[in-house]
């Protein structure tokens, strides 16, 4: 009876380890499970393309406006630079300082933004004013506008100058309000609420300067 005991006691044993065997054989070690996650996980990024990223679609709308606001804003920098000499008005000075100083900022990011595009700068040559074929984008001052504001000095110049600027702006927002409704790059477009942002005040400080309500 004693030895049968014995017997049972072994036979229970056995079964409990060959059940634990069982189970190890049907589960996942931990060195399994990580591997196959990131195997999914590797998967996943595979499956999603450069090409498809938001951040890289643009259209035609987002390409037009990049590449003319480049010489739009080269024209604005070029007239900021006509200030120096020609007035002694600290506002017109100091304002003429802070566009100069934006639109460089944006002339950098936007000709980087063509090159991510694999799309070319506008010529440097490109700043309008009768020159570079973009005199006919709103606002730009022509080549006669640009010659009778160099040749220009004192109360004169500032006249021209802010009633070339407040126009300038005024279509400097038209292209911007564009490209807000048709195009679909992302920095794009937030460049394009920046500069409606900065400038609309400069076009209400300019108008003020010269008077108007």
């Known amino acids: 009876m004693h030895e049968n005991n014995s017997v049972r006691r ?79 008005n600290a506002e017109l000075i100091a304002l003429a300082s802070s566009i100069e100083r934006a639109q460089n900022t944006e002339i950098t990011e936007m000709e980087n933004r063509l090159e991510s595009w694999g799309v070319d700068s506008p010529d440097m040559g490109d700043m309008g004013g009768g ?18 504001l160099r040749n220009s000095k004192g109360a004169a110049f500032d006249t021209l100058w802010l009633e070339g600027m407040i126009r300038h702006h005024e279509g400097a927002i038209a292209m911007a309000d564009a490209v807000l409704a048709d195009g679909v790059d992302p920095a794009t477009k937030a460049l394009a609420a920046e500069v409606k942002k900065a400038q609309q005040p400069e076009i209400e400080q300019m108008n003020g300067m010269l008077g108007r309500s």
């Open 10 to 88: 072994r036979a229970v044993a056995g079964f409990g380890l060959a059940a634990v065997a069982v189970i190890a054989v049907a589960g996942c070690s931990p060195d399994e499970e990580p591997a196959g996650n990131t195997a999914g996980a590797s998967q996943s990024v595979a499956s999603v393309s450069p090409s498809e990223s938001p951040a890289s679609k643009h259209n035609e709308a987002d390409v037009e406006f990049t590449s003319t606001m480049i010489g739009h804003h080269r024209q604005a920098v070029m007239m900021s630079g006509l200030v120096e000499g020609r007035t002694d």
């Open 131 to 148: 020159h570079g074929g973009h005199d006919d984008m709103p606002g730009m001052l022509s080549a006669d506008q640009m010659t009778a």
